[in-house]
């Protein structure tokens, strides 16, 4: 009996072991203790996922859908199918969306810029998908072309059923798919920034009863809330709960901060700015050399010059810890000659930043002029100059 005693102690002893060798791994996997379902954490520059909680696995998104609706009209007025001052008229489909919405009404016609405005800040479905079937000719069109730009951006996890994002079958997408739409968003068009950024706005509704203001106030708490916040969608719908992608910058430091299937609209934010906060404690960005700078002269063969220069193509951002013990080091990787003809932009190389070893960032170098074969002629006159020297 003593001997059943002892080995039930043993047991219970280990167990208990075990158990406390577990949980402080589990601390680690899970170092934020967030409530919501699925989180990511990402560098806006680099694409860098600094934090993440489940972040593949697909869920309805809600109206953070309109990251990507809002995307595509950005897109589609860049490449001049429409300018902003354009007047939208509101169809039938469009007005009786419901749910979040500005109440236009069928017939109505508002500009794309306050489309787009109502959009971003009131998140407004009648707004999004008027201005879908604006930009397509029809919110089907519109959806389709958004499912083609999210296979472009990588966004695997992605199906999109509608323009607005109320609750469909079949609609759904990932933590780290809407991190890479508001990445994509937010570095091509940082004038969203002007809407998503406003508290409050108006505007003004134009319809055969007359003209009205209407009062728009943002969805997105945190721009009265978290320093430095530049965006940017909220969502939230039955099944979807409380969704957020939340945008902030930094010192030159670029974050995205997203939660989906957060437990209360509280919670959504709270934990996009513990994310966020995460961020900016341990990363800072710094910049490599400049655009234009000169690293090295290739050599020519046959050319009209003998060598050309090899520029620094784009300045680099660099995600860097904030306990690195070293400074960024370059690495460069050159062609050692080249035959011509060069051309002027002509990629021959690239400067590669280094961290502890690590790869941080690195960049084309590009050859600054252009460079003619050159004739026999030439080329008879340069040995008679060897000779002569």
């Given at each position: 009996?003593?001997?059943?005693r002892k080995g039930l102690l043993t047991a219970l002893?280990?167990?208990?072991?075990?158990?406390?060798?577990?949980?402080?791994?589990?601390?680690?996997?899970?170092?934020?203790?967030?409530?919501?379902?699925?989180?990511?954490?990402?560098?806006?520059?680099?694409?860098?996922?600094?934090?993440?909680?489940?972040?593949?696995?697909?869920?309805?998104?809600?109206?953070?859908?309109?990251?990507?609706?809002?995307?595509?009209?950005?897109?589609?007025?860049?490449?001049?199918?429409?300018k902003w001052e354009d007047m939208v008229q509101v169809?039938?489909?469009?007005?009786?969306?419901?749910?979040?919405?500005?109440?236009?009404?069928?017939?109505?016609?508002?500009?794309?810029?306050?489309?787009?405005?109502?959009?971003?800040?009131?998140?407004?479905?009648?707004?999004?998908?008027?201005?879908?079937?604006?930009?397509?000719?029809?919110?089907?069109?519109?959806?389709?072309?958004?499912?083609?730009?999210?296979?472009?951006?990588?966004?695997?996890?992605?199906?999109?059923?509608?323009?607005?994002?109320?609750?469909?079958?079949?609609?759904?997408?990932?933590?780290?798919?809407?991190?890479?739409?508001?990445?994509?968003?937010?570095?091509?068009?940082?004038?969203?920034?002007?809407?998503?950024?406003?508290?409050?706005?108006?505007?003004?509704?134009?319809?055969?009863?007359?003209?009205?203001?209407?009062?728009?106030?943002?969805?997105?708490?945190?721009?009265?809330?978290?320093?430095?916040?530049?965006?940017?969608?909220?969502?939230?719908?039955?099944?979807?709960?409380?969704?957020?992608?939340?945008?902030?910058?930094?010192?030159?430091?670029?974050?995205?901060?997203?939660?989906?299937?957060?437990?209360?609209?509280?919670?959504?934010?709270?934990?996009?700015?513990?994310?966020?906060?995460?961020?900016?404690?341990?990363?800072?960005?710094?910049?490599?050399?400049?655009?234009?700078?000169?690293?090295?002269?290739?050599?020519?063969?046959?050319?009209?010059?003998?060598?050309?220069?090899?520029?620094?193509?784009?300045?680099?951002?660099?995600?860097?810890?904030?306990?690195?013990?070293?400074?960024?080091?370059?690495?460069?990787?050159?062609?050692?000659?080249?035959?011509?003809?060069?051309?002027?932009?002509?990629?021959?190389?690239?400067?590669?930043?280094?961290?502890?070893?690590?790869?941080?960032?690195?960049?084309?170098?590009?050859?600054?002029?252009?460079?003619?074969?050159?004739?026999?002629?030439?080329?008879?006159?340069?040995?008679?100059?060897?000779?002569?020297?």
């Amino acid at each position: 009996m003593k001997k059943s005693r002892k080995g039930l102690l043993t047991a219970l002893l280990t167990l208990f072991y075990v158990i406390g060798m577990m949980l402080p791994a589990y601390g680690q996997e899970e170092p934020l203790a967030l409530q919501s379902k699925s989180a990511i954490l990402m560098d806006g520059a680099t694409g860098t996922v600094l934090y993440e909680k489940n972040s593949h696995e697909a869920m309805p998104p809600a109206s953070v859908t309109k990251v990507m609706t809002m995307l595509l009209i950005y897109e589609a007025q860049a490449d001049g199918k429409f300018k902003w001052e354009d007047m939208v008229q509101v169809s039938e489909h469009a007005a009786g969306m419901g749910g979040s919405q500005v109440f236009l009404e069928p017939g109505e016609t508002q500009s794309a810029a306050d489309m787009t405005k109502c959009i971003a800040i009131a998140s407004a479905n009648d707004a999004a998908v008027a201005m879908a079937e604006f930009v397509a000719g029809s919110e089907e069109a519109f959806v389709e072309k958004m499912n083609e730009r999210a296979k472009e951006l990588g966004m695997e996890d992605t199906h999109f059923v509608n323009a607005c994002g109320l609750d469909v079958d079949g609609h759904e997408t990932s933590a780290y798919d809407i991190a890479l739409m508001s990445r994509e968003l937010m570095t091509r068009f940082p004038e969203i920034q002007q809407y998503t950024t406003t508290w409050q706005d108006t505007i003004i509704h134009k319809t055969r009863k007359g003209e009205s203001e209407f009062g728009l106030t943002n969805t997105n708490k945190l721009i009265k809330w978290y320093d430095g916040a530049t965006g940017l969608k909220t969502g939230s719908t039955g099944k979807a709960l409380y969704c957020l992608s939340g945008t902030a910058e930094r010192n030159g430091l670029h974050l995205i901060g997203v939660v989906m299937a957060a437990p209360d609209f509280k919670v959504r934010f709270q934990e996009v700015m513990k994310l966020l906060d995460y961020g900016f404690a341990n990363y800072s960005a710094q910049k490599g050399l400049p655009a234009g700078q000169e690293i090295a002269r290739i050599p020519i063969k046959k050319g009209t010059k003998n060598d050309v220069g090899a520029v620094i193509k784009e300045e680099v951002s660099m995600l860097v810890p904030k306990d690195s013990a070293k400074d960024w080091e370059t690495k460069t990787e050159l062609l050692p000659e080249l035959d011509a003809p060069v051309e002027e932009g002509q990629k021959v190389g690239e400067l590669i930043y280094m961290i502890n070893g690590e790869e941080v960032g690195r960049t084309d170098l590009i050859t600054t002029e252009k460079a003619e074969k050159a004739t026999v002629f030439t080329m008879l006159q340069r040995m008679l100059k060897k000779w002569r020297a």
